[in-house]
């Protein structure tokens, strides 16, 4: 577990839907939740790039995390919003299907990631939250967006 991640051995998430599972980012990276409205599309965007929106004078890509995780063809409804990111100095936006609430996570809530042999990417995996019943995917934000297939925020040389 990253503890750079956590503060005071607690880690914020906001947590957020994406068909039928449940995701978690750090909540200090969220600037604000708005509801979905069109976008404007740039030509030769990858697919999960759905385009950009104009908050207040700040050009915004817009990323649609279901077609990033191939979990089916998205529907945009009353529900649909999009996570205003802070990442790296740079304001993205991320579709979810809904969001549900923030939650609190102690270390011992959170195991690691299983290591899936290849199959699956799960590099920008932080582990899996659990709270009660709830299994929440916790998904490093800043790795994911500023990795290679994503396109949307320039790596940060090393």
Same mark, same amino acid.
């Given at each position: ?13 906001? &947590? ?15 600037? %604000? ?28 890509? =817009? ?9 089916? %063809? ?21 579709? *979810? ?5 923030? =939650? ?21 995996? *932080? ?5 009660? %019943?709830?299994? =929440?995917?916790?998904?490093? =934000? ?5 990795? %290679? ?8 040389? &090393?």
């Amino acid at each position: 577990m990253d503890n750079t991640l956590m503060n005071d051995g607690v880690l914020e998430a906001l &947590a957020f839907k994406l068909g039928n599972e449940e995701y978690g980012i750090k909540i200090l990276k969220v600037q %604000e939740i708005r509801g979905y409205e069109s976008v404007t599309r740039i030509a030769s965007a990858p697919e999960h790039v759905k385009g950009v929106v104009n908050l207040r004078g700040t050009i915004v890509p =817009i990323v649609d995390m279901r077609i990033k995780f191939k979990l089916g %063809e998205p529907t945009y409804n009353q529900f649909t919003v999009v996570i205003i990111l802070n990442i790296q100095d740079r304001v993205v936006g991320m579709v *979810v299907d809904s969001v549900s609430d923030v =939650i609190s996570l102690t270390a011992d809530q959170i195991k690691p990631a299983p290591d899936m042999g290849g199959a699956l990417n799960t590099d920008y995996l *932080v582990g899996l939250g659990t709270v009660d %019943e709830r299994m =929440i995917i916790l998904v490093d =934000i800043d790795r994911l967006m500023s990795s %290679e297939e994503m396109g949307v925020i320039d790596t940060v040389a &090393a």
